[in-house]
């Protein structure tokens, strides 16, 4: 007969387990500090040493990371989606910037869509949530909070589609997106215009999530994307325009009269 006694299970293998799938469905990121030994031994119900055991088993899978004098973290489980020599190519040449817009528009289309159906009311509220903290940086002068604030809406998209795949390669791609390695986010917000706009769009896209509408929700994205993609096709002719400019500018100012 195909039984086997059953055997007691090791806390500490629970206790690995339960971590694992907290960094597999996204809810620990890359980086980020676990609490102190004792009081994540006292949350789990368990011993530190079987909670100890459980942290060396991790570690040795490569998904926890201790540093010295300050805790324990979650591993950089995404710092090996690009190689470093494919990061430079990626940053040296524009048709990898236009390429990425692309990707990024199929994939959280799809992600829109499916979270317009799949979100529980919980994931549309951290959207919401997300989309309020922007209304809030959009009366800063400094973009900078905003242009964060623009990542982690996507990203709170991704995570609503419930697909652990996504989360985990957008996330890798979103890290080069923060580094400036496709583009630099500042320059889409040069212009007050340009920063009300792209406001507006994230509004339609949190209405079609809100509404459980999966086409308005795609539509709203792919429309947010193409005028990411004509506002940097438009900044880098005014680029190109304004150094050649400066040519004729430098080049008239040397001639003599």
Avoid: C
């Avoid at 949530?129 to 990203?155: G, I």
């Avoid at 949190?206 to 509408?213: M, V």
Wanted: glycine share 4%; net charge neutral.
């Amino acid at each position: 007969m195909p039984f086997r006694r059953i055997q007691p299970e090791k806390l500490s293998l629970a206790v690995s387990r339960q971590i694992e799938l907290l960094i597999l469905r996204g809810i620990l990121r890359p980086g980020e500090r676990l609490p102190s030994e004792r009081e994540l031994a006292e949350r789990l119900g368990v011993s530190r040493p079987s909670l100890r055991d459980a942290v060396a088993e991790l570690q040795g899978k490569g998904l926890l990371t201790t540093r010295a004098g300050a805790g324990i973290y979650v591993a950089d489980v995404l710092g090996g989606a690009f190689s470093s020599a494919l990061v430079k190519l990626f940053a040296s040449h524009d048709e990898a910037v236009f390429d990425y817009i692309s990707f990024r528009r199929d994939m959280e289309g799809l992600a829109a869509e499916r979270a317009a159906r799949l979100a529980s009311d919980t994931d549309l509220r951290v959207i919401q949530t997300v989309l309020d903290k922007m209304e809030a940086a959009h009366t800063k002068r400094n973009p900078a909070d905003e242009a964060r604030l623009d990542a982690d809406f996507h990203l709170a998209i991704i995570e609503a589609s419930h697909n652990i795949i996504m989360l985990h390669m957008m996330r890798s791609m979103y890290q080069l997106l923060r580094e400036g390695v496709f583009y630099n986010r500042q320059i889409m917000f040069k212009q007050r215009t340009t920063r009300d706009m792209l406001l507006d769009q994230h509004r339609a896209i949190n209405e079609g999530l809100q509404a459980r509408d999966p086409d308005a929700a795609r539509r709203a994205v792919e429309a947010h994307l193409n005028y990411v993609e004509r506002a940097l096709t438009d900044q880098q002719t005014a680029d190109r325009n304004e150094d050649i400019a400066r040519l004729r500018l430098d080049h008239e100012q040397t001639r003599r009269n």
